[in-house]
């Protein structure tokens, strides 16, 4: 035994329990490498459960970076929509305005068009990943076109 009492022999390639440490009675154990190298307990499985850990942390950041290119692909895809609306709008055209939402947006998406004067805004609202994300809108607001004034 070591002067320090940790229950390691001499580097021959064993690694000495005492019966205190294990519980039971002084088990004599293989040094991992061996070989005249300082060596370790067999690992019993730990570097298996690390991998595991280190997969799991893997595929939880690729999954976030996922979401975030579905958001950011979802919010362009409604400010599209939301300005096409608004334009569409802004003429008097509201069945126009709905199936430019229903093109250019997720489905799904929502369409509100409100207005006071001659100011419309018009917001177009969808949830990436079909609802699993917070919702993401797109707002536009434009002048209303005086009648008979259409390019």
Same mark, same amino acid.
Request: charged share 35%; no cysteine; aromatic share 6%.
């Given at each position: 035994m070591d002067p320090g009492g940790r229950g390691h022999g001499p580097r021959t390639g064993v690694v000495v329990r005492p019966a205190w440490a294990t519980g039971t009675e002084t088990r004599i154990?293989?040094?991992v490498g061996g070989g005249g190298r300082s060596g370790t #307990?067999?690992?019993?499985?730990s570097v298996t459960v690390e991998a595991a850990l280190a997969m799991v942390a893997v595929v939880l950041v690729f999954t976030a970076c996922l979401s975030g290119l579905a958001v950011m692909s979802t919010s362009l895809r409604v400010q599209d929509a939301a300005r096409e609306a608004a334009r569409l709008s802004a003429?008097?055209?509201d069945d126009g305005a709905r199936s430019a939402v229903d093109r250019l947006a997720p489905p799904g998406s929502? #369409?509100?068009v409100s207005g006071d004067g001659d100011l419309l805004t018009v917001q177009v609202t969808a949830g990436p990943l079909r609802g699993l994300l917070p919702d993401v809108?797109?707002?536009a607001i434009v002048a209303r076109e005086a009648d008979g004034v259409r390019s």
């Open positions: 154990e293989p040094l #307990l067999a690992d019993g499985g003429r008097g055209d929502r #369409l509100q809108y797109g707002r």
